[in-house]
């Protein structure tokens, strides 16, 4: 499977993004799709994971209650919606897929086989 992330940008502290993974070459259900971010001089780290199939979904602690996974399969897309952003949210943020953890997803980005690009989001005022 092949993934392109998209839909970073500018936006102000407390504003809303969302990010969108293109999928292509397989069906985007076949995997557990992650979402993780990347911050200058800082380790790369999961945000949120969806589970193959879309049942389950996980979320880090800095992105409960603000950030939202989800899958539309007619269109092989998954999505992240991103509201209440903060400044310490600024990252490039990348999708990737596995297809090994069944019904749950991973935290480590090590698990993961298939990245896309990464898109840049800036929060700042």
């Known amino acids: 499977v092949q993934l392109q992330a998209s839909g970073g940008g500018l936006v102000q502290p407390g504003g809303s993004l969302r990010l969108s993974c293109a999928a292509s070459?397989?069906?985007?259900?076949?995997?557990?799709i992650g979402w993780f971010r990347q911050a200058p001089g800082k380790e790369r780290e999961w945000v949120v994971c969806?589970?193959?199939?879309?049942?389950?979904?996980y979320s880090s602690d800095p992105a409960k209650g603000r950030f939202t996974i989800s899958r539309d399969s007619l269109k092989n897309m998954v999505y992240l919606q991103m509201s209440d952003l903060k400044a310490e949210d600024t990252a490039i943020y990348y999708c990737?897929?596995?297809?090994?953890?069944?019904?749950?997803?991973?935290?480590?980005?090590?698990?993961?086989?298939?990245w896309g690009q990464g898109t840049l989001v800036t929060v700042s005022s």
């Open positions: 969806v589970s193959a199939g879309g049942d389950s979904t």
């Open positions: 070459g397989s069906f985007v259900d076949a995997y557990a």
């Open positions: 990737a897929a596995e297809s090994s953890s069944g019904t749950g997803c991973y935290a480590s980005p090590k698990r993961y086989n298939y």
